[in-house]
C-alpha cells in the first residue's frame, strides 16, 4: 500500500508555470510505474505523464514540449513541471502508483489556468 498526498495546485493566468509535487508514504523506488492524470468537469480522467522507476517517461500529446516529469527516489517525491499553461490544463490532477493489481490515487489538486 501507499498514500499518495499531491500539493502545488491554483490558479495561474495563461503562459504561467506551476509545479506539482505528489508525495508517497512509502519508498517509491521499487514501484515500476508513477504518474500524472487529470479529470477536467464533465470529462473523463486522461493520462498527462507517466514515469517509469528507470526514469523513463511518457506524455499525453496536448502536454509534450510544455510539462516534465520527474522523480525524487530519496525523497519519495515525484514531480509535474507545466509550463506555457493553457485555460485547457484546468483540472484536478491526481497522482497515481501503480502497485500492480491495485492502483493507487492521491486526493487531487485543483489547477485552474485563467485566459
Known amino acids: 500500500q501507499v498514500q499518495l498526498v499531491e500539493s502545488g495546485g491554483g490558479l495561474v493566468q495563461a503562459g504561467g508555470s506551476l509545479r506539482l509535487s505528489c508525495a508517497a508514504s512509502r519508498s517509491i523506488s521499487s514501484i515500476n510505474y508513477m504518474g500524472w492524470y487529470r479529470q477536467a468537469p464533465g470529462k473523463q480522467r486522461e493520462l498527462v505523464a507517466l514515469?517509469?522507476?528507470?526514469?523513463?517517461?511518457r506524455y499525453a500529446d496536448s502536454v509534450k514540449g510544455r510539462f516534465t516529469i520527474s522523480r525524487d527516489n530519496a525523497k519519495n517525491t515525484i514531480y509535474l513541471q507545466m509550463n506555457s499553461l493553457e485555460p485547457e490544463d484546468t483540472a484536478v490532477y491526481y497522482c497515481?502508483?501503480?502497485?500492480?493489481?491495485?492502483?493507487?490515487w492521491g486526493q487531487g489538486t485543483q489547477v485552474t489556468v485563467s485566459a
Open positions: 497515481n502508483a501503480d502497485l500492480w493489481p491495485t492502483g493507487y
Open positions: 514515469i517509469t522507476r528507470g526514469a523513463n517517461t
